[in-house]
Each structure stands twice: as C-alpha cells, then as structure tokens.
C-alpha cells in the first residue's frame, strides 16, 4: 500500500478516503458474497482499498474457503471488471 495514502480520520487510523456519492469520505471498503437461492451471505471481505476492482478474486476465495467450492456461476457488477479477474 502507498506510504502517500491519507488517513480518513484521525481515530482510525487504517481507515482510507473512499469515494461514495461522488466525494471520498473516511472508511472502509466491504464486500459480501451472497448464495442466490437461500439469500445467505456466504463470505465478507473488508478492505481498505478504495475501489471494488480488485476485490472479485479474494471475495470468491473466502467463498472456498468457507465452503469448500464457488458457484459455477458468479455474478458481480462493473466495478470488478479488471481483465485479469474475469479469466
């Protein structure tokens, strides 16, 4: 991670300036997967990158590891398209 990265607030230090609704305030960046068909979360992920575009493959590893196999199927939104994940 980038030593020039700013802090988002002084109390959390590990905290980043993420953006949301077009201006970055202090937080984190959170990820769930969720099982379609009985709508339970299967595997979180909490980060403190400031955008989701690399955060499908270590989601869809928590998803292994908690479960022993992915979907055959994912479905995730454009803020994970990054080439290299989507092979």
Same mark, same amino acid.
């Given at each position: 991670?980038?030593?020039?990265?700013?802090?988002?607030?002084?109390?959390?230090?590990?905290?980043?300036?993420?953006?949301?609704?077009?201006?970055?305030?202090?937080?984190?960046?959170?990820?769930?997967?969720?099982?379609?068909?009985?709508?339970?979360?299967?595997?979180?992920?909490? /980060? /403190?990158?400031? /955008?989701?575009?690399?955060?499908?493959?270590?989601?869809?590893?928590?998803?292994?590891?908690?479960?022993? /196999?992915?979907?055959?199927?994912?479905?995730?939104?454009?803020?994970?398209?990054?080439?290299?994940?989507?092979?």
């Amino acid at each position: 991670e980038s030593q020039q990265r700013q802090h988002g607030h002084a109390l959390e230090r590990e905290a980043r300036l993420v953006p949301v609704e077009g201006r970055k305030v202090p937080g984190y960046n959170a990820q769930l997967a969720v099982d379609s068909d009985s709508g339970l979360i299967v595997a979180e992920l909490v /980060t /403190t990158e400031e /955008t989701d575009t690399h955060q499908l493959v270590p989601v869809l590893e928590e998803v292994q590891a908690n479960l022993g /196999t992915v979907a055959a199927e994912t479905v995730a939104d454009a803020g994970y398209s990054v080439a290299a994940q989507l092979a």
